[in-house]
């Protein structure tokens, strides 16, 4: 859909397409007014530490970022499907991307979390126990793949980040793999400035196709929201 006015009825279609279809993509959305002021229209912004709440996503070589990073692990290369935070009991429930600088060549691809749990059984991901390889906060707290509530529920994963924690996670996530490698994926193109996607990261995993040496001068915009106005 094309970007939408500052009007609150303009602003809840893009809740409502986001909760029918788990994300929404505005093309060149006011591409000269700054990614705050965007995400603060949207929705309510989560902060996460000091400094802005919205930070600039580089594509950078695996030896000149931080280890234990997607980044560091994977550099240039793909990024594997995910949800962001997945190893947080309450992960970010809305990631907004925008771009900057946009190629083509390099989409963000999308895996509908509600296709793996029908193709996966919701009630064996729902038992299936996962739990950090690092420590959150000094903790390595027991997480569920998928958390069923009213609507949907929540879906965690990442399989670089979190390992099985029982018998039924094992089986969970054997589960899980087979189905995102059968689903249906989207890609998503942000070209021009201002390009934006919001995507349900409760619901959706996305990737990262591979960077070619012509477009490592991409930039996004990324911020985090608790919830869409």
Not at 77 to 104: N, Q, S
Not at 195 to 221: F, K, Q, Y
Request: hydrophobic share 35%; charged share 25%; glycine share 8%.
């Amino acid at each position: 859909m094309t970007g939408p006015e500052r009007s609150p009825s303009a602003v809840a279609k893009v809740r409502h397409e986001v909760e029918e279809r788990g994300y929404v993509l505005l093309k060149t959305y006011r591409p000269n007014t700054s990614g705050e002021e965007i995400a603060s229209a949207l929705g309510k912004v989560l902060t996460l530490g000091e400094g802005s709440p919205v930070h600039q996503l580089r594509p950078t070589p695996k030896d000149q970022t931080t280890p234990n990073t997607y980044s560091g692990i994977y550099g240039l290369d793909v990024f594997p499907f995910h949800t962001d935070m997945a190893h947080w009991r309450h992960p970010p429930r809305y990631i907004m991307l925008r771009c900057l600088v946009g190629f083509e060549e390099v989409p963000t691809l999308l895996a509908d979390g509600a296709e793996i749990v029908r193709e996966a059984d919701d009630n064996v991901l729902a038992r299936a126990l996962v739990q950090p390889r690092r420590p959150v906060k000094g903790r390595l707290p027991l997480l569920r793949i998928f958390q069923p509530s009213e609507g949907f529920g929540l879906i965690r994963w990442d399989d670089k980040f979190f390992r099985p924690a029982s018998r039924a996670g094992e089986h969970g996530v054997e589960r899980f793999r087979a189905a995102l490698g059968t689903v249906s994926k989207h890609s998503i193109a942000l070209v021009e400035r201002g390009d934006t996607v919001v995507i349900d990261n409760w619901r959706m995993l996305h990737a990262r196709s591979p960077v070619p040496p012509a477009c490592e001068g991409r930039i996004l915009e990324r911020a985090y929201l608790e919830q869409l106005h």
